[in-house]
């Protein structure tokens, strides 16, 4: 626990408001230490996912585990005794006992998963559901000379800002970062593209676009749609604009949701966890507890395999993130 504290920011508290794009914002509730836990003496807990990732990755060799990295999943299929084989791109194929996909809310382990429960309908159960929303998830540094706070306990608190056609949340982490979402509207799905394609900036771009990575949607357009709050009050950084300009990276996606039934992401010795078996909004704050709580329980369950692979709170945790959706549009 002390590894995942050192670069994480504890969940003090909660405020909420109304922050039009002209500067000005109207305070509408706050809550301290919502979860707050006794049994734990903590509460909820801010990181970056690539520090999450740097954890779990140590943690895991430290223990015996091998990594290979750039290795392209193509294909698996089910052989006579039970096992599975899987073929990456450039290697030989591999045999295993049990294959736990993680690849995402567009796997391909899933669509094999569909394609032996039933081929008919594989590709309509395959896809996840747009939730007619386009999210972007961005780490900005704010250093203390930089930070226009009206009250000293913004510093520690989360925020939630309800904007025209859109939600603002941010929340700090260590070192002066601090971690936002802007989620807004968007009728249509963009088409897919290439995401490896390198990102074209247009030569009159703010100098924060060279914090865009690659996207769905042009990088033209999401400089247009970022700029329109610009001027918006930002708790901690004094604006929105502000949050731009010291950003490090930022990620533009669609936003899809969906949580596949039990029988939809298990077959034989298949099984599949995280974003994978159920795709959550960002509103439900519950992707990463989820994924790490499935990847126990598939630890469990490969000692005492009657017991269940799906987790009910999923489904609850998708109907309250609906809801959300439902508020911005």
Partial sequence: MRP?????????????????????????????????????????????????QRLLVDAFRKRGGEIQWNSKFESLRTLEDGRVELTFAGAAAVEADLVVGADGGFSRVRRHILQQRNATTADERWLPDYMSQSGFY????????????????????????????????????????????????APEAPPPVDETAE??????APAWATALMPSPYSSKDSIKVLNQFENTF??????????????????????????????????????????????????????????LTQFYQVLTCSQA?????????SSLSSSSSRTATTLVR
Wanted: a positive charge; hydrophobic letters at 35%; one cysteine or more.
């Fill in 199 to 204: 990102v074209r900036i247009p030569t009159d």
């Fill in 305 to 313: 395999p009657d017991l269940p692979l799906r987790m009910p709170h």
């Fill in 234 to 291: 930002h708790p901690i950084a004094g604006t929105f604009g502000n949050l731009l300009a010291h950003a490090e990276r930022i990620i533009r996606r669609p936003l899809r949701q969906r949580v596949w039934k039990a029988d939809e992401i298990q077959h034989g010795s298949v099984v599949l966890i995280g974003d994978a078996s159920r795709l959550m909004l960002p509103s439900s704050g519950q992707g990463a507890v989820i994924a």
């Fill in 4 to 52: 995942f504290k050192a670069v994480s920011t504890s969940f003090e508290g909660i405020r909420l408001f109304q922050t039009p794009s002209d500067g000005t914002y109207k305070q509408t509730s706050a809550c301290k230490n919502p979860t707050w836990s006794s049994d734990i003496q903590d509460g909820a807990r801010s990181v970056s996912r690539t520090d999450l």
């Fill in 138 to 185: 961005a780490i900005s540094r704010i250093s203390e000379d930089q930070r226009k706070l009206e009250d000293p306990e913004w510093a520690t608190e989360t925020h939630a800002q309800w904007l025209q056609g859109g939600i603002l949340s941010s929340a700090p982490l260590p070192g002066g970062r601090i971690r936002w979402d802007l989620i807004l509207a």
